[in-house]
């Protein structure tokens, strides 16, 4: 479900960021596309996966990278960058589009961010009912607020990469895909590589080779991708933990608070924070 070129919600240098407003069910999706100006997506309540090329203007080595947003984050989508959307669970979807002359300065690829409050609150002024239109002065000054807010955002590494289906080397392929059926499992990269026919150190290389991750980086990403949707549905901590593979959910939780900045209880009962 791409813009068009026409559609009212297309951002233009005088109206440069324009909020889209939709309540999305579980396993909806958007096919994938690009357009011309640069996405935010995000979300008020719910948990929807993003997958999209890092680099727009260059081939890329990975396939694309998958993001799993909660409402606390959201996906910058750089300009012509390919991607496609995927509810994982019902979402009050929230998609700005923001003209490509407003892009910040050496924002060339995809990013998440942190929403901060007052960012969604933001985006929640410039969701204007139609029966009452923002006038063009506030349209304007929330409007900039909205940029400033976003190239001031902490980013945030929670994307799962994979390796290019054509271009990639298939013995990674074919192990970041066990991984991800299986994140629970406590292997070894050693005994992972033993699966595929690889030693070891040939797995660590084409993982920093093709990723630019090393290999537990990327699985913690895995896991992360993982447990999120889990504790949106309010899944109990200790069983995600368990699903993740962690012994105990005090180790889970400790690792969590440290790539997320808050306990696993913060993204639960589909609330975000």
């Given amino acids: ?17 324009r909020v889209r407003a939709r309540s999305m069910p579980a396993d909806a999706h958007f096919q994938p596309h690009s357009h011309a100006w640069a996405q935010l997506a995000y979300c008020a309540s719910g948990v929807v996966q993003v997958t999209a090329d890092q680099h727009a203007a260059r081939p890329c080595r990975t ?36 003209d490509a002359s407003a892009t910040p300065e050496g924002w060339h690829g995809c990013r998440v961010i942190v929403v901060t409050a007052l960012l969604r609150e933001l985006v929640h002024s410039l969701d204007a009912p139609p029966e009452q239109p923002l006038g063009a002065a506030r349209e304007g000054w929330l409007s900039a607020l909205v940029l400033d807010e976003i190239t001031h955002a902490d980013t945030q590494a929670l994307g799962v990469p994979l390796p290019h289906p ?13 991984v991800l059926r299986a994140p629970g499992e406590r292997a070894t990269l050693a005994e992972w590589a033993a699966s595929i026919g690889a030693s070891e150190r040939t797995v660590a290389r084409l993982f920093r080779d093709e990723l630019g991750l090393g290999y537990q980086q990327w699985r913690q990403q895995a896991i992360l991708a993982h447990a999120l949707p889990m504790l949106a549905r309010g899944e ?3 069983n995600v933990a368990a699903a993740s593979g962690y012994a105990s959910e005090s ?3 400790a690792m969590f608070k440290a790539a997320m900045g808050q306990p696993p209880s913060q993204f639960q009962n589909k609330n975000g924070l």
């Fill in 236 to 238: 109990p901590v200790g």
């Fill in 166 to 178: 054509q271009t990639g080397d298939k013995r990674l392929r074919a192990l970041c895909q066990a």
């Fill in 251 to 253: 180790a889970f939780s």
């Fill in 1 to 17: 479900m791409p813009v068009g070129d026409t559609d009212p919600f297309t951002p233009s240098p005088q109206r440069p960021v």
């Fill in 63 to 98: 396939e694309g990278i998958t993001y799993i947003v909660p409402p606390s984050r959201a996906v910058w989508i750089a300009p012509g960058a390919r991607h496609h959307i995927t509810v994982l669970e019902a979402a009050e979807f929230r998609t700005l589009y923001i």
